[in-house]
């Protein structure tokens, strides 16, 4: 069955990758988190119409 990953990347500078995944995030940071799944809905809503590899193949391009 197909799966979803979602990556939050790095944390940058001196900060620990735990406190990075734990802490929530920055406002603007927030606000990206919100814009991609915005973006995303309409691509995951195209699956059962075109099938999921065009759409992952459309994710990994813009997301990837």
Do not use: C, T, W
């Amino acid at each position: 069955y197909p799966r979803l990953y979602i990556g939050i990347g790095r944390p940058v500078g001196q900060d620990s990758v735990i406190k990075h995944v734990l802490d929530p995030p920055l406002e603007d940071e927030g606000r990206q988190i919100l814009q991609g799944i915005k973006s995303l809905v309409p691509l995951l809503a195209s699956i059962p119409k075109v099938g999921i590899d065009p759409v992952m193949s459309e994710i990994n391009g813009r997301f990837g």
